[in-house]
């Protein structure tokens, strides 16, 4: 595995199940998946993800080798989507797998901190009344410094 950015859904069972048994050696799969939300308004007709071609892809994959690096880690997987999503769309996962519990949980919130904050997508909500771009939250920035 490696990393996917796509437009098109992916079923979350049968990437787990195909990860998982492609993971030779592993005793510990960590999941993640994020799902598109409508919590400020509960009026969220849309959210549009964009990214740059092959500058995305580097990017990710970049990151991901770092996991892979840091923990010993047997594989390590990211899908990202773009284009038009609706709330309840799943927008994105994050697999590691690992002899050992702590380093595929570790890999993971790497990866999930990495994405939330430095990965290089464009987010604008759609709602009934006006279109607005995500802007990042400090919080996320913030995630980003125990992994100095």
């Avoid at 849309?46 to 010993?72: C, F, V």
């Amino acid at each position: 595995m490696a990393v996917l950015v796509q437009s098109e859904p992916f079923d979350l069972g049968a990437v787990t199940t195909e990860f998982a048994q492609n993971a030779d050696g592993a005793g510990a799969v960590v999941t993640f998946t994020g799902i598109v939300r409508d919590l400020a308004t509960h009026d969220l007709k849309e959210m549009i993800i964009e990214h740059y071609p092959g500058m995305t892809e580097k990017a990710l994959s970049n990151i991901r080798d770092q996991a892979m690096e840091r923990w010993a880690l047997a594989d390590a997987l990211v899908i990202h989507r773009y284009g038009r999503l609706k709330a309840g769309d799943h927008i994105m996962m994050v697999a590691t797998a690992s002899k050992h519990r702590k380093d595929a949980f570790e890999a993971a919130e790497f990866l999930m901190d990495y994405l939330k904050s430095r990965a290089p997508f464009w987010k604008k909500e759609i709602t009934s009344k006006r279109a607005d771009w995500v802007a990042s939250k400090q919080e996320d920035e913030d995630a980003l410094t125990r992994w100095d």
